[in-house]
């Protein structure tokens, strides 16, 4: 071998040895991060470092005070946060670590939605087994009812969205609409808008799916039939007579103009009703919050909301519906499913925790320790003006929310959902024949996936 | 692949050697080659252990997965081909690659045509400006994909955008571009100008590499510089315009970016399944689907392979020396 030849050799090999460094070196920092209770990947600061740790993915936004409250406060066990993505993208990476069977968090934020369909994948721990009773007064049975399948219990409530009728209370007030307590009194009040040349009344957008679905619940559909002790088998009924006239109503305004077909969480639909483009938002208890922070200022000049009760079909018969809610699960990969219990239960659970969030608009609490304590209820809300708006409208929406049994295919049955809405908006359906597609749809989906179809 | 020139030519060679010292140097020379052998592999190994860790081992895996199927409610069962069987008759796979190919029937020639014709143009101009305008075209290109598709969506806003603007001049509602009905030319539109100025840094350059005697031959023959451009020009730079063809092609299949970061604000118009790969991220991802995202994302392959071939096949005489 000549020199040319063996220098080359050396300097290749020199290549070949820093390559493989490298990845020992990325695969140990991948260990790392796999063990997520390594004190190093978390976001927020270990108080006690002996203590044994529990990661948390969640992204609240006040997710870092909150576990800085919970670590001061917990000598026997530390939380080790992290942010894996708001809503979808936290759920991406986490179906990713299931398929993997590793990289999963010991805890999770979830939203109710969604549970049932990790707990098909096995991903999430039964509760019960844990001490999850503990708890259970804490919360309404409706909250409760969310995160229960069968005799099991998923997760632990945290959030909760009872629905309302934010207003416009300046536009109102130019009109002269009173508040409508029945969806044809609502209508009415859109008619007389219009006429009047005033804004749209509300917005129907295709992809806030899960809004229309408790719209539809709150005139008597039950779409899903399912719990756990028999995983195998679902009953779904989506074409209800009740579903039906949701549907048109909803259709009916859209073709005579009245409400707007924009999509919702963006810039220009929060744009819109800062700049007075629409006078109501059937919305949930955490808009307020959304509005005024994350969405951006839904508060422009002039602009005056209040919050009045949800529209009923039967004023007799009220229902209260739900939209949104997020829970703290366990995981299967949890390396200690009981701490991790403890976690869940207690995180975001004390009062100091909660009323931060409270504080800075970030939950609606299910907690009772809140939703019946007297500050809670008489705290005037700044969004509103200085109205009293849990002790008036959110707090008695949640003590009559009866609970919701989801679907373990919720993204694909709000994906199925969002085109029947566009074929709703565009008029290139009636409100009964999108709806009895859908239903066709959802069953056919749900025996391709080897479900017993009741 | 032989060259046909070496081959030809070695015979050539040989019969000048002499015969004897050609055949005491042969044996030596192929112990040398055979032993420096490895040597060439140490050299491809850095970049061909990450090709096969990174590449090859992805993709036999996803191919594994692609041979499975698991329902949400039902056990992991080998299935075969049967994947690929329901692959391409689910009218949502089928009504994405529709689209797609659609939209690269109308995008490529429309993208062609705009990069060839600022190609030409900058070739023909010495000026200060021209270098300023090449800039100016290249960079939408410089820009990532997902923050030009942000400022793009700023720019359909029908309450911020500029449109609103211009139509309230005229006393008109600003259109909604991000719908169902317009979002094909929406899409177009953003595409076109995010990779016109990439076309056209590369026809520039096939440009700059003609010899500019042949100019001066054209002229001197009596053409006039249209002439010039697209009887000489353009002629001369075929490979590398096929090459910006099949770059395209395949780039308009696999479309992803524009459409995904768009979703939030399109009003219902991006489905779960708009074009195959959003289909494959969303049932890996969102529906837990893993087995059929990935052959999902095969099927898509062999669509691409498929349309790739086709296209080089009926190019094959017009084109220049692209592939051999």
């Known amino acids: 071998m000549n020199k040319k030849t063996l220098v080359a050799a050396v300097s290749t090999g020199a290549l070949l040895l820093g390559l493989t460094a490298c990845s020992a070196d990325g695969s140990t920092s991948g260990a790392g991060s796999t063990a997520a209770a390594d004190a190093t990947s978390c976001s927020n600061t270990i108080v006690y470092p002996d203590a044994p740790k529990v990661s948390v993915w969640a992204w609240y936004p006040n997710i870092n005070t909150v576990v800085d409250l919970f670590n001061k406060a917990h000598k026997d066990v530390q939380v080790c946060w992290s942010n894996a993505g708001q809503g979808g993208d936290e759920y991406a990476k986490f179906s990713t670590a299931i398929a993997a069977g590793t990289g999963a968090p010991d805890v999770i934020m979830l939203e109710d939605e969604v549970l049932p369909g990790f707990e098909l994948q096995k991903a999430l721990v039964d509760l019960t087994k844990y001490g999850s009773d503990d708890v259970k007064a804490n919360f309404s049975s409706g909250a409760w009812k969310d995160v229960s399948s069968g005799s099991s219990v998923y997760a632990i409530p945290v959030d909760g969205g009872p629905m309302a009728m934010i207003y416009r209370k300046d536009i109102f007030t130019k009109y002269g609409i009173t508040i409508p307590t029945t969806w044809a009194e609502y209508e009415a009040a859109a008619v007389k808008l219009k006429a009047a040349g005033g804004p749209f009344m509300g917005d129907f957008g295709s992809n806030v799916p899960a809004w229309f679905t408790a719209l539809m619940t709150q005139n008597g559909q039950t779409a899903w039939k399912y719990d756990n002790s028999s995983p195998q088998s679902i009953g779904i009924a989506l074409n209800d007579a009740g579903s039906k006239e949701v549907a048109t109503y909803w259709q009916g305004l859209i073709s005579q103009g009245l409400v707007d077909t924009k999509d919702q969480f963006n810039t220009d639909y929060v744009g819109g009703m800062a700049s007075g483009k629409y006078a109501t938002y059937i919305s949930a208890a955490w808009a307020p919050g959304y509005l005024s922070g994350n969405g951006g200022a839904a508060t422009g000049p002039g602009a005056e909301w209040a919050v009045a009760p949800l529209p009923q079909w039967d004023t007799s018969k009220p229902v209260s519906v739900n939209w949104g809610g997020s829970t703290l699960a366990v995981t299967t990969q949890a390396k200690d499913p009981a701490l991790a219990t403890t976690v869940a239960k207690e995180l975001y659970a004390s009062d100091a925790e909660l009323k931060d969030g409270v504080d800075t608009q970030t939950i609606f609490p299910l907690s009772k320790s809140v939703l019946d304590a007297e500050w809670f209820a008489s705290t005037p809300v700044a969004f509103f003006n200085g109205q009293k708006a849990n002790g008036e409208v959110y707090i008695p929406a949640e003590n009559a929310y009866k609970g919701y049994t989801y679907s373990p295919f919720t993204t694909y049955y709000y994906s199925e959902l969002t085109k029947a809405m566009v074929t709703i908006i565009k008029q290139t359906s009636t409100g009964e024949k999108a709806l009895d597609d859908l239903q066709s749809t959802m069953s056919t989906y749900a025996k391709a996936q080897g479900f017993t179809v009741q | ?324």
Do not use: C, H
Request: proline fraction near 6%; charged fraction near 10%.
């Open chain 2, 1 to 324: 692949m032989t060259n046909p020139a070496t081959t030809l030519s070695s015979p050539g060679a040989a019969a000048t050697t002499p015969q004897a010292a050609s055949t005491s140097k042969k044996p030596q020379s192929r112990r040398r080659s055979v032993s420096r052998g490895w040597i060439g592999w140490l050299f491809i190994a850095p970049f061909g252990i990450v090709f096969v860790v990174f590449l090859v081992s992805p993709l036999a895996y996803a191919f594994y997965l692609s041979l499975f199927s698991k329902g949400l409610a039902t056990g992991t069962i080998f299935s075969g081909v049967g994947n690929y069987v329901k692959a391409f008759t689910d009218p949502e796979f089928l009504s994405g690659v529709w689209f797609v190919l659609r939209f690269a029937v109308v995008l490529i020639p429309v993208q062609m045509a705009v990069s060839l014709a600022a190609a030409l143009v900058l070739d023909s101009l010495t000026t200060r400006l021209a270098n300023f305008s090449r800039l100016m075209i290249f960079v939408p290109y410089a820009i990532p994909a997902v923050i030009g598709s942000i400022m793009w969506g700023f720019l359909y806003s029908p309450s911020f955008g500029p449109l609103n603007n211009l139509f309230s001049l005229i006393n008109q509602q600003a259109p909604e571009i991000l719908n169902s009905d317009n979002i094909f030319g929406g899409l177009m539109n953003v595409v076109v100008w995010q990779w016109a100025g990439y076309y056209m840094i590369i026809i520039y350059a096939a440009l700059r590499g003609i010899d500019p005697s042949i100019y001066e031959a054209a002229r001197i023959d009596g053409a006039n510089p249209r002439q010039i451009a697209l009887r000489v020009k353009v002629p001369m730079i075929t490979s590398a315009l096929v090459l910006i063809l099949v770059f395209a092609l395949i780039g308009t299949l696999q479309f992803f970016t524009e459409p995904q970061v768009l979703k939030p604000i399109a009003n219902g118009a991006i489905t779960a399944s708009f074009t195959p790969n959003i289909y494959a991220y969303n049932l890996a991802f969102q529906f837990s689907q893993f087995n059929y995202a990935s052959t999902i994302s095969f099927s898509l392959g062999i669509v691409v392979f498929i349309a790739v071939y086709i296209f080089l096949f009926s190019t094959r005489k017009r084109r220049g020396g692209f592939s051999s």
